[in-house]
C-alpha cells in the first residue's frame, strides 16, 4: 500500500455508521435486561462488570457481561485451559493469542461469525467494507471468521519505536545529529573516546538497550535486515539467508568489539535504560517514544543533571533508506463467540455495538462527562479525573474504567495522543509521515497440519539463529568463516519448507478480504 493511499485512510477517519452528530440512536439489541458469560483477562486484569463504560454499554444495550473466571485468576492462558478441559466454556473469550480462538473454532468450539455478521451486523460489515486489510486480519486459515480483533488504529499511527539520543552529548562535543549509518558509527566512537558525560572516566556506553532483542529488530534492523521471516513482494523470505543480514551483522560485530556496545547487553535486563540514564553513562538507544521521553520532565534525573536531554532522531540513512524496524502490528488479540452461547445473534449485535459511533468513543474515551468531554469545537479532550489524578497516571485511570479493556473493537490514536507526552506523539508522527517505519509481516493463519510442522521448525530455527547471534556478536565465533555452515544448520531444520508454509499462508492472507 502506497504512502498516499495510507495517509488518505486516516484522513477518512473511523466509520461513523448509527451516529451522526448529536442524533439521539437507540442501541437496545434485547427488551429485558440479559447477562452473558466472558472470559477476559488482560494484562493480569480480570474483567469487572462495574467499570464505567461496561455499565454505560449495558444502558444502551440491556446486554450485561459477567466475568466467568476468578478475580484471583489473572492468567488469561490458565483461565482460557481451564474453561476448555472443563467442557464449560462460557458464552464471549476474549484472548490474546486469536490463533488459539481460531484453533478451537475448527474444533467446533467458537461460532463462525461470517453469516452472522452479514445478517446482524451492520458496523462490522461496513468496517470491514471500508478497510478490507482490517477484514483479512479477522479470517482463519478455514475461511471462517472466528472472532472480531482488537484492532490499532493501524492507518492513523503504526510507529511504536525510535532511536533516541543525548543531545547533551551531541552538544558538548559540537557534534550534529547522525544522518548516515556512518555518522551513526563516528558519533558513537564520540560518546565513547571524548568523556561527554565529564567525570574523566571513560565509562560511557555508546549505545545500550533494554532487551536481548537489540541486534535483530533493532540495530540489524536499522540497516533494513530482517531477523525472521518477512515479505518482499508478495515473496516469502527468512532474513538471515539475505544479503542485508550479512552486511548488518558483519556492522554490529565490529561496534561491539570496538566496546560501542554495551558489553552486558544480553545479561542487563529491562532496567538497563533506566540504569544507563540515570547514572549518566549512555548515549544512544531505540526504545517506545513515550516511555523514554518522560526522562526529559523526571525531576530527579533533572536534578542530578540539568543538561539532560535525550531526543529521538530520524533513524540513519543507509544505502538510501531509513529503517525504523519496530512497528505496530495491525491487532492484538480480540473476542469471540463459543458453540455453548446461548444467543449468538444478540451477542454478535452487542459485538456491533461497539463499532457504533457511541460505542467506538466509549472504548476509547470513557463515559462524556466523566472521564471526558468535548470543546466549542467537538474536540474530545480527558477530564481532571483522568489527567490529574494523584499517584496515578492517566493510562491507569482509564484502565480502572474499563477503556482500551481487550475486547473487538478499533483503537482511536486520537485518545493516546489526548494523554500521552506531547513531545513523544511529535516524534512518533515524525516517524510516521516520513515513512520509516518497517511494516511488520501481517499475522498468517495456519491450518492445524501446518501449524504442526511449523511450531517444530521454528522453535528449532529460532534457538539456532539467537544462540548464533550472540556467538558472532560477543565474539566467540567469527562470523565470516562460520556463516555457510550456519545456512547449513538452517536447511537441516527445514527452513526452506517453512517459507513454503508461510508463503501458502500469505498467499490465503491476501485473498482473504474477497
Not at 454505560?56 to 478475580?71: M, Q, R, V
Not at 540513512?317 to 492484538?332: F, I, S, V
Not at 466523566?370 to 493510562?395: C, H, I, Q, S
Not at 529460532?462 to 555452515?485: H, P, V
Amino acid at each position: 500500500m502506497t504512502k498516499k493511499i495510507v495517509y488518505m485512510l486516516a484522513a477518512l477517519g473511523m466509520l461513523q455508521v448509527s451516529a451522526l452528530g448529536n442524533e439521539k440512536v437507540d442501541y437496545k439489541i434485547t427488551k429485558k435486561p440479559t447477562e452473558f458469560s466472558i472470559l477476559a483477562i488482560q494484562n493480569g486484569k480480570v474483567y469487572n462488570e462495574e467499570w464505567s463504560v461496561f455499565k454505560e454499554a449495558f444502558k444502551d444495550t440491556n446486554i450485561k457481561l459477567k466475568s466467568a473466571s476468578s478475580k484471583n485468576l489473572t492468567d488469561e492462558m490458565q483461565a482460557f485451559n481451564l474453561a476448555i478441559s472443563s467442557g464449560k466454556l462460557p458464552d464471549i473469550i476474549s484472548l490474546m493469542y486469536p490463533d488459539k480462538l481460531e484453533s478451537l473454532g475448527m474444533e467446533g468450539g467458537m461460532i463462525p461469525l461470517n453469516e452472522l455478521i452479514d445478517k446482524h451486523a451492520p458496523n462490522i460489515k461496513a468496517f470491514f467494507e471500508k478497510y478490507p486489510r482490517y477484514k483479512m486480519d479477522a479470517v482463519a486459515a478455514d475461511g471462517n471468521i472466528y472472532f472480531i480483533p482488537d484492532y490499532y488504529d493501524w492507518y492513523a499511527m503504526k510507529s511504536a519505536q525510535g532511536v533516541f539520543i543525548r543531545q547533551d552529548w551531541l552538544d558538548k562535543l559540537g557534534l550534529k545529529q547522525p544522518q548516515t549509518m556512518e555518522e551513526f558509527y563516528q558519533v558513537m566512537k564520540a560518546f565513547k573516546e571524548k568523556d561527554p558525560n565529564g567525570n574523566g572516566i571513560a565509562d560511557e556506553i555508546p549505545y545500550f538497550d533494554r532487551t536481548a532483542e537489540f541486534g535483530d529488530k533493532e540495530l540489524l534492523g536499522l540497516f533494513g535486515a530482517q531477523f525472521g521471516f518477512y515479505v518482499d513482494g508478495n515473496k516469502v523470505l527468512y532474513g538471515p539467508e539475505q544479503p542485508r543480514f550479512k552486511e548488518a551483522m558483519k556492522e554490529v560485530v565490529k561496534w561491539y568489539k570496538e566496546g560501542l556496545i554495551d558489553p552486558e547487553i544480553f545479561t542487563r535486563g529491562f532496567q538497563g535504560r533506566d540504569y544507563m540514564l540515570r547514572n549518566d553513562l549512555g548515549g544512544m538507544t531505540f526504545d517506545w517514544f513515550a516511555s523514554t521521553a518522560a526522562y526529559n520532565t523526571d525531576k530527579e534525573l533533572l536534578a542530578k543533571n540539568k543538561d539532560f536531554k535525550f531526543v529521538a532522531i530520524a533513524p540513519p540513512e543507509y544505502k538510501g533508506g531509513r529503517y525504523a524496524p519496530d512497528a505496530r502490528t495491525t491487532y492484538l488479540g480480540g473476542w469471540g463467540v463459543t458453540a455453548s452461547a446461548k444467543d449468538p445473534v444478540a451477542i454478535v449485535k452487542y459485538f456491533d455495538y461497539w463499532f457504533s459511533q457511541k460505542g467506538y468513543e466509549l472504548s476509547n474515551w470513557g463515559v462524556e462527562g466523566d472521564t471526558f468531554k468535548r470543546d466549542e469545537n467537538g474536540k474530545k479532550y480527558f477530564t481532571d479525573k483522568v489527567m490529574k489524578a494523584k499517584g496515578k497516571n492517566p493510562l491507569q485511570v482509564l484502565r480502572e474504567e474499563g477503556v482500551q479493556f481487550r475486547i473487538g473493537a478499533l483503537q482511536d490514536y486520537e485518545y493516546e495522543k489526548a494523554w500521552g507526552n506531547p513531545q513523544a506523539n511529535e516524534w512518533a508522527e515524525m516517524y510516521m509521515k516520513n515513512g520509516y517505519v518497517v511494516d511488520p509481516m501481517p499475522t498468517l493463519k495456519y491450518t492445524p497440519e501446518e501449524n504442526k510442522k511449523l511450531q517444530k521448525i521454528n522453535s528449532q530455527l529460532e534457538m539456532a539463529l539467537k544462540e548464533q547471534s550472540q556467538k558472532w556478536i560477543l565474539g566467540a565465533e567469527d562470523f565470516d568463516s562460520t556463516y555457510d555452515s550456519f545456512i547449513k544448520r538452517l536447511n537441516d531444520i527445514g527452513v526452506n519448507e517453512a517459507i513454503e508454509i508461510n508463503q501458502k499462508a500469505y498467499d490465503r492472507f491476501i485473498n482473504s478480504s474477497k
